[in-house]
């Protein structure tokens, strides 16, 4: 983690706190992927080898950051974590249909993955959309087995997949130049929807009330959109080193000040206590440490 990227705070127990929450809940996430593994291997060896290393159980697991964010928003008020774990692996499982969607030749035309073949250079675009598929609908029984809430969970995870979420953000991408205004807000969801559900899912488990929800999914929001510049300052970086100047842009403190903002944000909303909004602060600010430094050398081989 990087204490030049956090603000606002200064106790040496934010951290130990955030590394407290991390150690005990990354191997229990591990743990979980590995299960889903199990559940989901079709006995065909490169389809399962593809879904394995897709979900980090092979190679490289990914940061998982998100369903992270999940788990934090539930204890963040007060609730188990174990409660969201389902909600958090559904998160999980989206972002890993997702980049492998975002990998195919017709979209970035990516060919590894954290320091990893690309899922289609395993199995083919056909297999890689059809495993995507079928992690997409495993994520949506998740959460429709959830004991309570489990319609609010449905429906808001579709909206944040769908066409106004991270689908119709990555059609506007593949389009074309994003623009202002409405399509620029809707690209910007290609980033965004996915972190947004994380927190709001976990605070759902959790009981909240609906503007306790409101708050903590624009907190989810920010973050998420802070990370993509963040992500975006590292390529800025990589084309400054081969000799094309960013021209002025400087995402990295754009990324800085939105995280900070968000942070204030979220204090002044008082849906949380002091300790609750520490914890979700502190792991977003690892987000962005983690963001800006753990991005690979290329373009086109890519972690998150």
């Known amino acids: ?38 559940a989901l291997q079709l006995g065909f060896p490169p389809l399962d080898d593809a879904l394995a290393r897709l979900l980090g159980v092979e190679g490289g ?22 409660d969201a774990l389902p909600v958090a692996v559904a998160v999980e499982l989206t972002h890993a249909a997702s980049l492998a969607l975002d990998d195919l030749p017709c979209m970035d035309d990516a060919v590894a ?5 690309a899922t289609h250079r395993l ?24 004991d309570r809430d489990a319609a609010a969970l449905c429906g808001t995870w579709a909206r944040a997949f769908g066409l106004h ?16 205004g409405p399509r620029r807000r809707l690209f910007r969801c290609k980033s965004t929807s996915l972190a947004a559900f994380a927190v709001r899912g976990g605070a759902v488990r959790a009981g ?28 800025l970086a990589q084309d400054a080193a081969a000799g094309h100047p960013p021209g002025g842009r400087n995402p990295q403190r754009q990324s ?10 979220l204090a ?12 979700l602060t502190q792991l977003g600010w690892a987000v962005l440490a983690g963001g800006a430094t753990f991005t690979t050398t290329t373009r086109q081989e890519r972690t998150a």
């Not at 993955?113 to 073949?117: A, L």
């Not at 708050?215 to 992500?231: I, K, P, V």
């Not at 800085?256 to 944000?265: D, F, G």
């Open 1 to 38: 983690m990087n204490v030049g990227l956090r603000t606002h705070v200064d106790a040496e127990a934010d951290f130990l706190s955030l590394d407290a929450f991390i150690s005990r809940w990354s191997p229990r996430l591990h743990t979980a992927m590995q299960a889903e593994v199990t």
């Open 61 to 82: 697991p990914g940061r998982r950051w998100r369903p992270l964010l999940t788990l934090a928003s539930a204890e963040a008020l007060g609730a188990e974590g174990q």
């Open 113 to 117: 993955r954290r320091g990893q073949p």
């Open 123 to 146: 199995v083919g675009s056909a297999g890689a959309i059809l495993l995507s598929v079928g992690l997409l609908a495993r994520a949506a029984e998740l959460l429709a087995d959830s």
């Open 165 to 180: 979420g991270m689908s119709g953000g990555q059609a506007v991408d593949v389009a074309g130049k994003p623009g202002t």
């Open 208 to 235: 909240a009330q609906a503007d306790t929800c409101d708050a903590l999914e624009r907190f989810g929001t920010a973050l998420g959109w802070a990370y993509q510049l963040a992500d975006d300052a590292t390529d």
């Open 256 to 265: 800085r000040y939105l995280m900070q903002r968000a942070a204030r944000q």
């Open 268 to 279: 002044r909303s008082a849906v949380l206590d002091t300790d609750g909004a520490r914890l």
